[in-house]
């Protein structure tokens, strides 16, 4: 991969173009600047993590454009290069929806592909992962930009028509550095392949689970089980009410109960509580919150809890003993926590770890409601204000990596109303991640499962089944079509992940319960494979007529699994084509829901398997292990 200067940056005045390199920094004497460029080896990746620095006892310049990361990747005049990308996390209430929505574009003439974040999240529109390839699909190169703010990723074909030039930067920043103050920027991890685009993907996601990614805590089997309360029941509980749950969910086989948001104290409005930490819902709990944690672990389970820390509500604690902490925007009733703030961010620190400490809390979903760039936008310098967006992501790296220092056996789960804020940074600071706030919709929840495999490894991938009978109101068009009840294909979707349970399993009817149950023990027993190589068997649906097809195989062991999947309408039956299956193996099936049996794959192989689903809203998962091997041949 060529580059020129590996970032850029500009002046009012226009782009600084005088630098001179010494190892890793290069130097602008003329504005007093130094960007270091730190190269490191991430296993067959590398990454890029830039840093600007004011060489002088002055303020610098304003600069007014940032790009952290820029490179050249060279192409064939007479092809087209081709993009693989991604929706990010949002919340879509539709089928088909942009989150996790597999795209593929081409890059004719001197075309320019934008993929970018919003207001302040880095994967509320657009995923910054993404691929690029030749038009052969023979190789290719992986990109995860690293900043959890507004990145943008652009991706050009020069007019050279020879090569395509990758940059990432941050959308609309402006920074004055004070007198030799020295900032982090942003990260890029590349990770060239040779093969397929689904190779490059599969590539990827053994690098984040091996490299990028912490470990499961000691002892612990991932992905697991998990259950959280808020979709489904909300505020609208009491400590009571959640044993009754977790006496259910402890028989379905959860092994994390999670109480979510809305156990602290309400501040001015009946919102979550975000700023009253040290202060709980005694209403709710009498007996306090440790003592239902107890409960929860007398049960088997591990007991997690919900926290917003970047978020403080009027009327709490922290809002009242420290409005100098906080970026408040005028007229709203929740404000921005600056963790760009050293005394504030070690307060934070000492008040979260103080939670986890009293609760004896194993989990933690670290969520994020706010959109930042609303409030960093009320800092009327922007110099200024490009300074403390990128001091608070900095304080909020080291807050999540001072958490897992104190707390190895903690699991973090990134969570931003959704999966709004999935990349390199946090990726290497997250056990888990909520995908999307969508629970409800069976289709939409299994395009995201779908989707968000084919980048990243599936411990990460947190989704629910849910319903809403306590909230009949809330049940909109999309939650009745056709999929009235807990199908096969919803239950088997959650297999692709964590397996996530929520809302009222008390109020659901009779043999529910009961069917997740079987589900769930039979997720137990495949979870395994989960950490083998992702192949989409068939295009990602984008009708209820589609059906899908998803494959983890295991390439040293030749073991794995078939999922296929029918929607509510198409065809009865489906031709599907595994991949990396030894011609002259004999292989042991198991079919699920029920049934198993003995074949030689060869020949059904060459041809692909046909597979019936009768029924709409059904599935049928076949797994496969090597019984006898007689001669080689992977097909």
């Known amino acids: 991969m060529k580059t020129t200067w590996p970032f850029r940056l500009w002046l009012p005045d226009g782009e600084i173009t005088d630098w001179r390199p010494s190892g890793d920094a290069f130097d602008n004497a003329a504005n007093g600047l130094r960007v270091q460029v730190r190269r490191t080896p991430v296993g067959p990746a590398e990454e890029f993590t830039t840093a600007v620095e004011n060489l002088r006892d002055a303020p610098s310049p304003l600069i007014t454009r940032v790009c952290f990361f820029r490179a050249r990747w060279p192409i064939a005049a007479d092809e087209a290069p081709v993009i693989h990308h991604a929706g990010g996390g949002v919340t879509d209430a539709v089928f088909p929806s942009r989150a996790w929505r597999a795209q593929r574009s081409e890059l004719l003439d001197w075309a320019t592909l934008r993929l970018e974040g919003a207001q302040g999240r880095s994967s509320n529109r657009d995923l910054p992962i993404f691929s690029v390839t030749d038009a052969a699909d023979t190789r290719g190169i992986v990109f995860v930009a690293g900043y959890s703010g507004h990145v943008v990723n652009t991706i050009t074909r020069e007019a050279d028509y020879r090569s395509v030039a990758v940059e990432s930067g941050i959308h609309d920043l402006q920074l004055r550095l004070p007198p030799r103050g020295r900032v982090r920027l942003g990260s890029m991890l590349t990770l060239p392949y040779e093969g397929d685009a689904d190779t490059g993907r599969n590539l990827l996601r053994r690098t984040l689970r091996e490299y990028v990614c912490p470990p499961a805590p000691a002892g612990r089997v991932r992905p697991e089980v998990t259950y959280a309360h808020w979709f489904g029941i909300e505020r609208n509980f009491t400590a009571e009410s959640l044993l009754r749950e977790a006496e259910i969910q402890a028989e379905l086989g959860a092994e994390v109960f999670e109480l979510d948001a809305a156990w602290a104290r309400p501040g001015a409005r009946p919102h979550y509580g975000a700023g009253n930490w040290a202060h709980e819902d005694r209403e709710k709990f009498p007996d306090g919150i440790r003592a239902f944690a107890d409960r929860v672990?007398?049960?088997?389970?591990?007991?997690?809890?919900?926290?917003?820390?970047?978020?403080?509500?009027?009327?709490?604690?922290?809002?009242?003993?420290?409005?100098?902490?906080?970026?408040?925007?005028?007229?709203?009733?929740?404000?921005?926590?600056?963790?760009?703030?050293?005394?504030?961010?070690?307060?934070?620190?000492?008040?979260?770890?103080?939670?986890?400490?009293?609760?004896?809390?194993?989990?933690?979903?670290?969520?994020?409601?706010?959109?930042?760039?609303?409030?960093?936008?009320?800092?009327?310098?922007?110099?200024?204000?490009?300074?403390?967006?990128?001091?608070?992501?900095?304080?909020?790296?080291?807050?999540?990596?001072?958490?897992?220092?104190?707390f190895p056996g903690l699991h973090i789960e990134g969570c931003s109303s959704g999966g709004r804020r999935i990349d390199l940074e946090m990726l290497k600071r997250s056990h888990s991640f909520w995908i999307s706030d969508n629970t409800a919709f069976p289709a939409t929840v299994h395009q995201h499962i779908g989707g968000a495999n084919r980048w990243l490894p599936s411990h990460l991938l947190n989704a629910e089944a849910v319903k809403y009978p306590l909230f009949p109101q809330k049940v909109r068009p999309y939650d009745q079509v056709g999929d009235e009840t807990f199908s096969d294909f919803w239950l088997a979707t959650l297999m692709g992940g964590l397996f996530g349970l929520g809302g009222p399993h008390s109020a659901y009817p009779a043999g529910v319960n009961e069917k997740f149950k079987r589900f769930i023990a039979r997720y137990k027993e495949i979870r395994h494979l989960l950490d083998a190589d992702f192949y989409p068997l068939l295009p990602q649906p984008r009708?209820?007529?589609?059906?899908?097809?998803?494959?983890?195989?295991?390439?040293?062991?030749?073991?794995?699994?078939?999922?296929?999947f029918r929607q509510r309408g198409g065809p009865t039956a489906?031709?599907?084509?595994?991949?990396?299956?030894?011609?002259?193996?004999?292989?042991?099936?198991?079919?699920?829901?029920?049934?198993?049996?003995?074949?030689?794959?060869?020949?059904?192989?060459?041809?692909?398997w046909r597979v019936t689903l009768s029924h709409p809203y059904t599935t049928v998962m076949i797994q496969y292990t090597v019984r006898s091997v007689q001669a080689t041949g992977v097909r």
């Not at 420290?322 to 307060?347: K, Q, S, T, V």
């Not at 390439?555 to 078939?562: E, P």
Request: net charge neutral; proline share 5%; aromatic share 12%.
């Open 297 to 406: 672990r007398a049960l088997g389970m591990r007991f997690g809890i919900w926290l917003e820390p970047e978020t403080v509500e009027e009327g709490t604690a922290l809002h009242a003993e420290h409005p100098e902490w906080l970026i408040a925007r005028p007229g709203a009733h929740r404000h921005l926590f600056d963790f760009g703030n050293p005394e504030a961010a070690a307060y934070m620190t000492a008040l979260i770890a103080d939670v986890i400490e009293r609760y004896g809390a194993e989990w933690t979903r670290m969520d994020s409601n706010l959109n930042p760039s609303e409030y960093w936008a009320t800092i009327a310098d922007p110099g200024e204000r490009g300074w403390r967006e990128l001091r608070h992501w900095e304080g909020w790296y080291r807050f999540l990596d001072e958490l897992r220092r104190r």
């Open 543 to 564: 009708t209820s007529a589609d059906w899908d097809a998803w494959q983890f195989h295991d390439t040293q062991s030749g073991c794995g699994m078939v999922l296929v």
């Open 574 to 608: 489906m031709m599907i084509r595994p991949r990396g299956f030894d011609a002259g193996a004999a292989y042991r099936l198991r079919r699920f829901p029920a049934g198993h049996r003995s074949v030689t794959l060869a020949k059904a192989n060459r041809r692909g």
